[in-house]
């Protein structure tokens, strides 16, 4: 069975950055493509950056290209950061990562992904 565990959300001020990593652990953990939504209240669930299981590919949403970096560990490819600069009131939505054997634009839907960590919430503030 695949864990994924998300770290690192918080409270921040706008144009403020802040940082989120996920780990998934299991058999083959570092052999999935990786994947990061975000859902505010009221919202669907909506894609946000995804990187290949190999990190040679990224994709990202057209609201964060730019501001968002998505990367994975040099030294452990289960893990994968989404880095988030100027940060804005919109932005503000509970961030899930996910893994799974997706590829290309397959990533950028939920339907891509198999396994889903419980979520961190990102706040950001005027």
């Known amino acids: 069975q695949v864990q994924v565990v998300e770290s690192g959300g918080g409270l921040v001020q706008a144009g403020g950055s802040l940082s989120l990593s996920c780990a998934a652990s299991?058999?083959?953990?570092?052999?999935?493509?990786m994947g990061w939504f975000r859902q505010a209240p009221g919202k669907e669930r909506e894609f946000v950056a995804a990187?290949?299981?190999?990190?040679?590919?990224?994709?990202y949403a057209d609201s964060v290209k730019g501001r968002f970096t998505i990367s994975r560990a040099n030294n452990a490819k289960n893990t994968v950061f989404l880095r988030m600069n100027s940060l804005k009131l919109e932005d503000t939505a509970v961030y899930y990562c996910?893994?799974?054997?997706?590829?290309?634009?397959?990533?950028?839907?939920?339907?891509?992904?198999?396994?889903w960590g419980q979520g961190t919430q990102v706040t950001v503030s005027s």
């Open positions: 996910a893994a799974g054997y997706c590829s290309g634009y397959g990533c950028e839907g939920p339907g891509g992904y198999a396994y």
């Open positions: 299991g058999r083959s953990a570092s052999s999935y493509a």
């Open positions: 990187i290949s299981w190999s990190g040679a590919s990224t994709s």
